[in-house]
């Protein structure tokens, strides 16, 4: 049977460890390990876009919960609030960034 009928899979949240990266080896732009770069790469663009999806879903479960509540949603959407709050105050969105030697030069892209 194909996975449609199967529970969806979904990540509840827990501590990522950052991912191994190599950076570029000189100003010209050459990796020491180019493999080992390009894994880097697409690494932070999954990181990035997972980011985003989170924002996303927190944004619809506010807007949800507005709409639900009506007048009421001061009281009874602080929850879904403090959770959207909490995910967009953080830097690039709580994205998970490796251990830059250099952090000032990797700082929000």
């Known amino acids: ?3 449609i009928y199967s529970d969806p899979q979904v990540y509840e949240g827990g501590k990522l ?3 191994p990266h190599e950076e570029r080896g000189s100003e010209r732009g050459r ?3 180019p493999v080992k770069f390009l894994q880097g790469v697409h690494q932070r663009a999954r990181e990035r876009q997972v980011a985003y ?3 996303r879903i927190l944004r619809k479960r506010v807007i949800e919960c507005y709409r639900r509540e009506g007048v009421n949603h ?3 959407c602080k929850e879904p609030v403090e ?6 105050i953080q830097k690039d969105l709580g994205q998970l960034h490796p251990n830059w030697a250099n952090p000032e030069k990797h700082d929000g892209w």
Request: glycine share 0%; hydrophobic share 25%.
């Open 1 to 3: 049977m194909t996975s």
């Open 17 to 19: 460890r950052p991912y």
């Open 31 to 33: 990796a020491k390990d």
């Open 53 to 55: 999806e989170t924002v």
């Open 74 to 76: 001061y009281d009874n």
């Open 83 to 88: 959770d959207y709050y909490k995910v967009i």
